[in-house]
């Protein structure tokens, strides 16, 4: 089979070197001119994704992945399948911003040609592939879905890291916008994903939704736990050993407390959800509660007017350098709002980076309070030397062990 992957990002790519290493014929398309460079030259674009690099050197050196910024030409050429992963951005209240989106669809309507499936992979609010994707190519080529070209939608179902690992491990879920559509995308998607169970959805719209009630059950499960922490610290209990206790039973799945929901998924997709469901009481509640953890984490500091507060981490998650979300913004506003100096450290960062973000960089000065944001793996070797002088440290994700710091009072959600 040949197939065009638009948009080689952290999924995309990962994505078009599956299916080239399943022995199919790939063009990858971006607008970014290194990451096209990189591709071709058989390189990673970006660092963390476990066997990317070796998998790249393999199938660009044998022809079977090459990457060009022209999407229309790749369409052009007649592809049996177009995968489209662009980043579906959004504003501070996780509305979304479709201009990238629109973009490529017109990118790819332009170049269409019968015959071939388009694939959306994006997370998108439900009734998008339908009412926006699939007019929007007509539009452009002229052709009509369902007797010229196909549509589906095939949520992605993978976690950035471990890509490959995650194709081979989960079913893949397709939707058509017809059934002779939906039944060619699970067949060309069966072509690259041996082994994995490939699932109709019987609509497009039942596989968009599945996509955000994946997401919104994970919100709310850890605005639950967030809320059992807050009360475990009223009582003075560990809600760790309270959840691990809960969970020893086969009908409990608690999840884990911590400072922050972060990240380009679980803060966004249950807003995409309540676009589409309003009235829904439990997902709008479980967004108020992740969203107030940081002003919950600076709680935990005391009063901290007149102090030097240190972030430790701006990731939005450990071993991943991205910020999307990320609880370090908020946890800033409000350690300025209620009069500290911040400034931030982050392995992942240089000072110009933080910069670029918002953030003072920490030069190493002593600091008061500390907030433990992101569980990078390098905090777990601070020591208090590391800190001079501080004096209260809220480990907001339970990486440290307080019998290492004696002399700092060391404070985790939830737990004594």
Request: proline fraction near 7%; hydrophobic fraction near 45%.
């Amino acid at each position: 089979m040949r197939a065009v992957v638009v948009a080689l990002g952290k999924i995309g790519l990962p994505l078009a070197a599956q299916l080239a290493r399943t022995g199919h014929e790939v063009v990858g398309c971006d607008i970014d001119p290194r990451v096209v460079e990189l591709v071709n030259a058989g390189r990673e674009p970006f660092p963390g994704e476990a066997e990317l690099g070796d998998v790249l050197r393999e199938v660009v050196g044998a022809g079977r992945l090459r990457a060009t910024p022209d999407t229309r030409a790749a369409v052009a050429a007649g592809p049996d399948l177009v995968v489209l992963v662009p980043p579906l951005l959004v504003d501070v209240a996780a509305q979304p911003d479709w201009g990238i989106l629109d973009a490529v669809i017109a990118d790819v309507g332009a170049g269409l040609q019968p015959g071939t499936t388009v694939a959306l992979e994006t997370t998108v609010p439900v009734g998008t592939t339908r009412a926006r994707l699939a007019p929007a190519l007509e539009a452009a080529s002229g052709l009509r879905e369902g007797e010229d070209f196909h549509v589906v939608f095939s949520p992605e179902r993978v976690f950035s890291g471990r890509v490959f690992a995650d194709l081979a491990a989960y079913p893949k879920l397709v939707g058509g916008l017809s059934a002779a559509g939906e039944a060619r995308g699970a067949e060309l998607y069966a072509r690259f994903l041996p082994g994995v169970e490939v699932r109709a959805m019987e609509g497009a719209e039942a596989a968009e939704l599945t996509k955000l009630v994946e997401t919104t059950y994970r919100d709310v499960n850890i605005a639950l736990a967030n809320e059992f922490a807050r009360h475990a610290d009223a009582l003075g209990l560990d809600v760790q050993a309270v959840i691990d206790a809960a969970n020893s039973q086969p009908f409990s799945h608690v999840h884990r407390p911590g400072v922050a929901v972060g990240g380009h998924c679980i803060p966004v997709y249950p807003r995409f959800y309540l676009a589409g469901d309003p009235g829904a009481r439990l997902p709008r509640v479980a967004r108020e509660v992740n969203e107030g953890m940081p002003a919950y984490a600076v709680d935990l500091l005391g009063d901290v007017a007149g102090t030097t507060a240190l972030i430790l981490g701006v990731a939005y998650r450990g071993g991943v350098k991205e910020t999307a979300f990320s609880g370090a913004f908020a946890l800033r506003e409000e350690l300025e709002r209620r009069g500290a100096r911040v400034v931030a450290s982050d392995p992942l960062y240089d000072a110009g980076e933080l910069a670029a973000l918002g953030f003072s960089a920490w030069t190493g000065e002593p600091v008061d309070v500390a907030v433990l944001q992101a569980d990078h793996a390098e905090y777990t070797q601070l020591t208090p030397a590391d800190l001079p002088g501080l004096r209260v440290l809220v480990d907001g994700r339970g990486t440290l062990d307080p019998a290492a710091w004696p002399r700092v009072d060391v404070r985790r959600i939830g737990r004594p």
